[in-house]
């Protein structure tokens, strides 16, 4: 008799996130959690992965949501044993703003993740793991992000408000928060494992559907070529990493995982100082203590 492990996958019902619940839910020994903010798409796909799948529905644009999912998910068993923190988005502006008055951004791709999983951390099970989603556009070097705008790093009370500027900027910015992030957490939490998997370009998911529909028809069209850049691969292809990273063995704490292989992430993103104050600011924007408890 084995044990079934269970993952939690944020933003299950679209590109990489779909991609890999449904192949997770076909590894024996998993099940999966899907983690939306659609829950008629997430009940429908629910029903195609079968009577094991759980679902809980979770807008990370909103923190009240995201202590409602949380208290959904700790009250539940078995308990999660990976958390994949895959859910992200890409805006063109970075004037918009969260139901909490957070620039959008920064909310969901940071904020919430990180509220999420201080709620859940002590519900995790055993040896637990989070796998936080990184992207390339945290290098803010051609070689990497080509000519994607770089992170600007500030003051993370700066981020965290709406203000005039490039949501792609923004976007990248986010991103090197993730590893600062997930490096923070990593030191915190000793016994738990911390991953940051980057998938690469993805040009065939919905991460730009904020750009105009003359943009995304360019780049629906341009997308068999963008695939074949270096740095570049297909949602199967990064799925299948992703889902890897979340059933294989543990490795070092906060390391970073670019397209399946364990690489360095950007010298930017090993900043201690940087990691330590986005997590108190963080922490403080969620109305909780930093200091991690036991319960
Ligand atoms: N595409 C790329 O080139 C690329 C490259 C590097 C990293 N990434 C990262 O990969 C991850 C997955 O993105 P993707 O490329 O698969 O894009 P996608 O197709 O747009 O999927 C994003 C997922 O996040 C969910 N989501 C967006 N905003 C949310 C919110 N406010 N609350 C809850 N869920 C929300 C979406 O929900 P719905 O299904 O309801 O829309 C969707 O399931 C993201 O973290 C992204 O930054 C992507």
């Known amino acids: 008799m084995g044990t079934t492990r269970t993952a939690l996958v944020t933003g299950a019902t679209s590109g990489l996130g779909l991609a890999t619940v449904r192949r997770l839910a076909a590894t024996p020994g998993w ?4 983690a939306v903010r659609d829950l008629r798409r997430g009940r429908a796909l629910a029903g195609e ?5 759980g679902l809980v529905a979770l807008e990370l644009a909103s923190l009240a949501s995201v202590r409602e999912a949380a208290a959904t998910v700790a009250g539940q068993e078995p308990p999660v044993d990976v958390l994949v923190l895959n859910a992200g988005l890409q ?22 993740n ?11 099970a055993p040896g637990g793991r989070v796998v ?18 770089r992170p600007r790093w500030e ?18 910015t986010s991103k090197l928060a993730t590893v600062y992030f997930s490096r923070e957490l990593a030191r915190r939490t000793p016994g738990i494992d911390v991953v940051t998997f980057d998938p690469g370009l993805l040009p065939a998911t919905g991460l730009a559907r904020d ?22 691969q297909t949602v199967e292809r990064a799925a299948g990493q992703l889902a890897d990273v979340v059933t294989g063995p543990d490795g070092t704490p906060g390391r970073y995982v670019e397209r399946g292989v364990e690489a360095p992430s950007s010298p930017e993103s090993l900043d201690p100082r940087r990691a330590r104050e986005l997590w108190d600011v963080s922490a403080d924007l969620v109305g909780l203590p930093a200091q991690i408890s036991a319960s």
């Open 132 to 149: 936080t989603v990184g992207s390339g556009t945290h290098f803010g070097t051609l070689r990497k992000s080509g000519p994607y705008p």
């Open 155 to 172: 003051d993370p009370r700066v981020l965290a408000t709406p203000r005039e500027g490039s949501g792609q900027r923004a976007y990248a």
């Open 31 to 34: 099940r999966v959690v899907l």
């Open 211 to 232: 750009y105009s529909p003359r943009a995304q028809a360019l780049y629906r069209r341009l997308t068999p070529l963008l695939e074949r850049l270096p740095g570049a």
């Open 49 to 53: 992965l079968g009577p094991d799948a």
């Open 114 to 124: 990180y509220l999420l999983t201080r709620l859940l951390l002590p519900h995790l």
């Open 91 to 112: 805006v063109t502006r970075s004037d918009v703003a969260s139901a909490d008055g957070h620039e959008l951004t920064f909310a969901v791709n940071h904020l919430g």
